[in-house]
């Protein structure tokens, strides 16, 4: 599996959660990578994404300032540490890979995704 996330979970209002997307570095060389999450009944939607060196990172407005997402191509790693959550979090979030070094927030730039992990957060 390319792509491949862990650390969702059931956590209260105001708690934090890590997720991380581990993926193989002889298929992702010079990817931007970003998260995504969907929520029962809605479409997905686009969270936060990073360049290949990192040093680009695009947030999406209803989580900014809340969540931090960062990768570590060394260890071949992307995380997003979700800080301060609200039930309006909980939603499938997907990893997930584009073909560029520098990407946006729509789910049509990327290629590649990752299977996704449940958050749930509680009132």
């Known amino acids: 599996v390319p792509l491949q996330a862990s650390g969702g979970g059931l956590v209260q209002a105001g708690g934090s959660l890590r997720l991380s997307c581990a993926y193989s570095?002889?298929?992702?060389?010079?990817?931007?990578m970003g998260w995504f999450r969907q929520a029962p009944g809605k479409d997905r939607e686009f969270v936060a994404a990073?360049?290949?060196?990192?040093?680009?990172?695009r947030y999406a407005d209803s989580i900014k300032g809340r969540f931090v997402i960062s990768r570590d191509n060394a260890k071949s790693t992307m995380d997003l540490q979700m800080n301060s959550l609200k039930p309006e979090d909980t939603a499938v979030y997907y990893c997930?890979?584009?073909?560029?070094?520098?990407?946006?927030?729509?789910?049509?730039?990327?290629?590649?995704w990752g299977q996704g992990t449940q958050v749930t957060v509680s009132s």
């Open positions: 570095r002889r298929i992702f060389s010079n990817n931007a």
């Open positions: 997930a890979a584009s073909q560029r070094s520098i990407s946006g927030s729509s789910p049509m730039d990327y290629k590649y």
């Open positions: 990073i360049s290949w060196r990192g040093g680009d990172t």
